[in-house]
C-alpha cells in the first residue's frame, strides 16, 4: 500500500525567501506525480504533472523534481509571495488512483 | 467556464438520512473519480469510472456509498444513512485518456456536515 509522507507539515516565510517542499512516498511503481495546490475550503488546483520517465518539470516560479528509485519528490517555489500562501499537496498516481500526502501548509508573510 | 463542476457545495444533513452529491466533469473526459477528505487530511480515493464502467471502489466506500455514471458524462455520488463520520469533503477528478496517466482535474468540492 503506497503511503505518501510530506515534510515539514507547516511552514512559514517572509515573501521573497524561497520554499522547499518534500514528498516521499513508499511505492516506486508509480506512472507519475502529481503538485497540488489547495486553499483553504476550496478544491486542488493541479500546478505541475511529472511522468516517471522524467526527473524534473518546471512551469514559472515552479520546480517539481522526482526521484523515482528512492520515492522522493521535490516542490521548489521561487522568489515565494503572500499569494502563494496555500496547502500544497503531493501525490503519486499508480493504477487510475492518486495517493495523497497529508501536505504543506505554507504561509508566506509580506 | 468548462470545469469540473460539483453541486451542492454545501450539505448540512441529520444522522441517518440520505444524501446525493452530482459531479460533472471536463467535456469530454472519459474518466471521473470520487475521493474524500476529512480535515487537516489529504483526499483519499473512493472510485473510478471510465465512461459509465465503475472500474475500482476503494475498501472506504462502505455498502452504505454508491456511485453512478449512468451515460458516462456526468456522476452521483450517494450514501445512505449517514453517519457522523461521514462529515467530510467529497472531491471529483476529471481526466482524459491519454498514452500515459493524464492530469486529474477536481472540481471545487461538496463539503457535508451531518449532524
Known amino acids: 500500500k503506497q503511503e505518501v509522507t510530506q515534510i515539514p507539515a507547516a511552514l512559514s516565510v517572509p515573501e521573497g525567501e524561497n520554499l522547499v517542499l518534500n514528498c516521499s512516498f513508499t511505492?516506486?511503481?508509480?506512472?507519475?506525480l502529481q503538485w497540488f495546490r489547495q486553499d483553504p475550503g476550496k478544491g486542488l488546483t493541479s500546478l505541475l504533472l511529472i511522468q516517471s520517465s522524467q526527473r524534473e518539470q518546471t512551469s514559472g516560479r515552479l520546480n517539481a523534481s522526482l526521484d523515482k528509485s528512492s520515492g522522493r519528490s521535490t516542490l521548489y517555489i521561487a522568489a515565494s509571495q503572500p499569494g502563494d500562501s496555500a496547502t500544497y499537496l503531493c501525490a503519486p498516481a499508480a493504477g487510475n488512483k492518486l495517493t495523497f500526502g497529508g501536505g504543506t501548509r505554507v504561509l508566506v508573510k509580506p | 467556464d468548462t470545469g469540473v463542476s460539483q453541486d451542492p457545495r454545501h450539505k448540512i444533513t441529520k444522522r441517518g438520512q440520505n444524501v446525493t452529491f452530482r459531479c460533472d466533469p471536463i467535456?469530454?473526459?472519459?474518466?471521473l473519480y470520487w475521493y474524500r477528505q476529512t480535515l487537516g487530511q489529504g483526499p483519499e480515493f473512493l472510485t473510478y469510472f471510465q465512461n459509465e464502467a465503475q472500474l475500482e471502489k476503494s475498501r472506504l466506500l462502505s455498502d452504505r456509498f454508491s456511485a453512478e455514471r449512468p451515460k458516462g458524462s456526468f456522476s452521483t455520488l450517494e450514501i445512505q444513512r449517514t453517519e457522523q463520520g461521514d462529515s467530510a469533503m467529497y472531491l471529483c477528478?476529471?481526466?482524459?485518456?491519454?498514452?500515459?496517466?493524464?492530469?486529474?482535474?477536481f472540481g471545487p468540492g461538496t463539503r457535508l456536515l451531518v449532524l
Open positions: 477528478a476529471s481526466s482524459p485518456i491519454g498514452q500515459t496517466q493524464e492530469t486529474q482535474y
Open positions: 467535456s469530454e473526459h472519459n474518466r
Open positions: 511505492d516506486s511503481a508509480i506512472y507519475n
